[in-house]
C-alpha cells in the first residue's frame, strides 16, 4: 500500500519538515497543493529556481511526488479564465517531466445556472487543447469526483465525451458517499475501470457547519472507510492512498503533527 499526503494539510511546513515526516511516518509521497501559502507551486523557488535541490532531496529520501494538485477546472465561463487554466496545466504538465510525476489533478468546476450539457459541450472543447498538452508530456489528468461533477454517472459522462487514455478518474472517497449519496459500490461499479489515485478523509453530519459535516480524523466519523478500503484491495488497486487533510479551508482541524501520523497508522491498521 502506497501512501502519501497533500500538502493542504500542512501549510506551514518547509520542505524538509515534510520530507522528514513522511520518511519518519512512512509515507511513499507528497502531493502538492500549494506551498508556503502559494497555491501555484510552480512560482515558488523550490519548483522554479532550486527545483534541482528539491529532486535531490526528493531522491535522497526516497520519496516521489505521485501528483501535483492544480487548480485547473475542465468547464470554464470565459475565454480568458481558459487561457489561464490552459497555462498552468502547462506549467504542471513541466514538472510532471522533470519530477517524473505521472498525474494532474484537476476538477470539473461549478456550472452555475447554465445546463450541464451545454457545460459538457464547453468542457469537450476545452478538454481537447487540455489532452493535447497531456499528451505532450506524457501525463495523464486526473479529474477528482468534486464539486458539480462528484456524481459518478457525471464523471462518467466527461470520459466518454474524452475518449483519452490521458483523462482518468481521481476517486476522493469521501465526496461521493457524503455529498452525492454514493455507495463505494456504486462509485467503483461506473468508474473502477478509470480511477489511478484516491484521496482519504473523514466526516460526521453536522448541521453546526454550513457544508453539513464537520471533517475529523480518520476512523472518527461514519464515512465507511473499510469498507472502501476492501473494495479497493479486492479489486487489485496499486495507487495512492493520499491523505487531503483540508488545513488550508479549514484552520480549527487537528494539525498536521497529529493528523499525519494517526492517517499512516489508521491505513495500516486496516491492511
Request: proline fraction near 4%.
Amino acid at each position: 500500500m502506497k501512501l502519501a499526503f497533500t500538502t493542504l494539510g500542512c501549510p506551514q511546513w518547509d520542505l524538509d519538515t515534510m520530507i522528514n515526516y513522511a520518511v519518519e511516518n512512512g509515507f511513499q509521497g507528497i502531493d502538492f497543493r500549494g506551498f508556503q501559502g502559494e497555491m501555484d507551486i510552480f512560482r515558488t523557488p523550490a519548483f522554479s529556481s532550486q527545483r534541482e535541490e528539491t529532486k535531490q532531496k526528493f531522491n535522497h529520501a526516497g520519496l516521489e511526488i505521485p501528483c501535483f494538485s492544480s487548480s485547473v477546472r475542465l468547464y470554464t465561463k470565459s475565454a480568458e479564465q481558459f487561457q489561464t487554466y490552459l497555462n498552468e496545466l502547462k506549467e504542471y504538465a513541466k514538472l510532471c517531466h522533470f519530477f517524473q510525476t505521472p498525474y494532474i489533478r484537476v476538477f470539473g468546476g461549478i456550472i452555475g445556472d447554465i445546463a450541464r450539457e451545454q457545460a459538457l459541450d464547453r468542457l469537450e472543447r476545452n478538454l481537447k487543447e487540455m489532452l493535447a498538452i497531456a499528451e505532450e508530456y506524457q501525463v495523464t489528468l486526473l479529474l477528482e469526483t468534486h464539486d458539480d461533477w462528484t456524481a459518478c454517472g457525471y464523471v462518467e459522462e466527461v470520459l466518454q465525451r474524452a475518449r483519452s487514455p490521458y483523462l482518468q478518474v481521481l476517486w476522493d472517497v469521501h465526496h461521493p458517499y457524503r455529498i452525492a449519496g454514493e455507495t463505494p459500490e456504486q462509485t467503483w461499479e461506473t468508474l473502477g475501470g478509470h480511477i489511478r489515485y484516491t484521496h482519504w478523509k473523514d466526516s460526521y453530519k453536522s448541521s453546526n457547519n454550513e457544508k453539513g459535516y464537520q471533517l475529523c480524523l480518520m476512523g472518527e466519523g461514519d464515512v465507511p472507510l473499510q469498507r472502501i478500503f476492501q473494495l479497493l484491495q479486492t479489486k487489485g488497486f496499486d495507487g495512492y492512498y493520499t491523505l487531503e487533510w483540508e488545513k488550508v479551508w479549514w484552520p480549527d482541524i487537528e494539525e498536521p503533527e497529529v493528523a499525519l501520523p494517526q492517517y499512516a497508522a489508521f491505513m495500516r491498521e486496516m491492511e
